[in-house]
């Protein structure tokens, strides 16, 4: 399962990072709209994420459980000043950090993936679901930014405010 995580992992970037970067800097730089991120501050999310899961996918593959805090989304986002930041440069930074997690994943004994996750005050969930969860969640705000039709949802948005 490790490797169907790291090749659905791969195989999200690689579809997607054409269409992110077909954004121009101007389109990326408009939010949504009143109170939502621009697709900037949005795809610096996704990084601020990969960040976080990060840490949660080495721990959760080499301790006996994870347990770890949540993570200030709104001022990390801000902090990072992504609104400022070249589309192009963030563009470039999540692919290649993902691709660097992919790898990470599919390195993660199959064993491993059962490993329980405990995120801030959210259900414990397994290494595994907290994998497939991130990219599900990652497809979820890169169909926001793209302003696509169908939005795609993912398994933890009931408890994604703790993540």
């Known amino acids: 399962m490790a490797q169907h995580?790291?090749?659905?992992?791969?195989?999200?970037?690689?579809?997607?990072?054409?269409?992110l970067r077909a954004l121009d800097e101007q389109r990326a730089s408009i939010p949504r709209g009143a109170g939502k991120w621009c697709p900037k501050e949005e795809l610096g999310h996704l990084?601020?994420?990969?960040?976080?899961?990060?840490?949660r996918f080495v721990c959760g593959a080499?301790?006996?459980?994870?347990?770890?805090?949540?993570?200030?989304?709104?001022?990390?986002v801000r902090l990072h000043g992504y609104r400022d930041l070249p589309w192009?440069?963030?563009?470039?930074f999540w692919f290649q950090f993902n691709q660097f997690l992919a790898a990470l994943v599919a390195n993660i004994p199959e064993d491993r993936l059962a490993t329980k996750c405990l995120i801030a005050a959210g259900p414990e969930v397994t290494?595994?679901?907290?994998?497939?969860?991130?990219?599900l969640h990652m497809q979820h705000h890169i169909d926001?930014?793209?302003?696509?039709?169908?939005v795609a949802t993912y398994p933890g948005v009931a408890i994604r405010a703790t993540f």
């Open 88 to 92: 192009n440069t963030i563009v470039n």
């Open 47 to 55: 990084i601020d994420s990969a960040a976080n899961n990060h840490i």
């Open 5 to 19: 995580l790291s090749h659905f992992l791969k195989e999200t970037i690689e579809r997607e990072v054409p269409n």
């Open 62 to 76: 080499i301790q006996p459980e994870y347990r770890g805090a949540s993570y200030a989304q709104e001022d990390w």
């Open 127 to 135: 290494l595994g679901f907290v994998i497939e969860d991130y990219i």
């Open 144 to 150: 926001q930014m793209l302003r696509r039709e169908k």
